[in-house]
């Protein structure tokens, strides 16, 4: 982040992914953690047209979860924007195969995760997402009306933050369109729409959680809280958040 802002935006930045409402889910065994870290270093090392780190952060990427497939985006889009400019500058017609082999890196770490799991266990990724209506899509208001649905029904506040992060998030995603460079809303806007078309098995299971690594959302918080009294208040409501959800989980009453 600092390398496209300045260091106040990427301190801030961290600390607000540091103590978001489901940042526990960095420690527990959950996928998280990594993901994060494969979905920043191929990032970065593609900005910085270091396509062998690149490849491997995203096919590392592609293996921990099936999100990871939607870095070939903006992989893709930094190398064709190598290219570009190399063949401005010395008229060269192909693009580097290394920068290739990055984009097509997190889609063969995704294909070759669902090829070992098919044959140590006879099931895809895919056919366990089936169980909970994984092939089920629809309309974003279609989610969101059975999630308010769902909230008056059971009286469910934990629903109430899943649908409130999800909102949040998708009008920073919607802002960072034009405040961030694109490929940080290449990596952000495909996370957040899958969240927003799935009901599984209850709307918006594990929302929070899977919002976590969205990082580019929180590059926007980051520069709107430039102030203190707003970057205060967003810690607090963070952190209370947080410590709800982290007793809720530690307790038994919550788990994703």
Do not use: C
């Amino acid at each position: 982040v600092k390398r496209d802002f300045d260091q106040d935006v990427a301190q801030r930045t961290v600390l607000f992914i540091t103590i978001a409402p489901a940042a526990l889910f960095l420690f527990a065994p959950f996928t998280e953690a990594p993901f994060l870290a494969f979905s920043v270093w191929a990032v970065l090392a593609a900005r910085e047209r270091l396509w062998v780190l690149a490849a491997l952060a995203g096919l590392l990427a592609g293996l921990t979860r099936i999100q990871g497939v939607f870095l070939v985006l903006p992989i893709a889009w930094e190398a064709w924007v190598a290219w570009r400019e190399r063949r401005g500058a010395t008229g060269q017609a192909l693009p580097a195969p290394s920068s290739i082999l990055a984009a097509v890196a997190p889609a063969i770490g995704f294909g070759s995760f669902l090829v070992a799991t098919a044959v140590m266990t006879g099931r895809t990724p895919l056919d366990t997402q089936d169980v909970w209506g994984g092939k089920s899509f629809h309309p974003p208001w279609e989610v969101v009306d059975a999630s308010v649905r769902w909230i008056i029904e059971h009286h469910d506040s934990l629903q109430a933050l899943n649908l409130g992060m999800l909102l949040l998030f998708i009008v920073l995603v919607v802002a960072g369109v034009r405040r961030l460079p694109i490929s940080y809303s290449l990596l952000a806007i495909p996370q957040v729409a899958l969240i927003a078309i799935r009901i599984q098995p209850t709307p918006l299971t594990s929302t929070a959680r899977l919002l976590e690594v969205v990082f580019p959302a929180f590059v926007v918080v980051a520069l709107a809280t430039g102030g203190r009294r707003r970057s205060v208040t967003w810690t607090v409501l963070s952190v209370l958040a947080l410590g709800a959800l982290t007793w809720l989980f530690v307790t038994g009453d919550w788990v994703a």
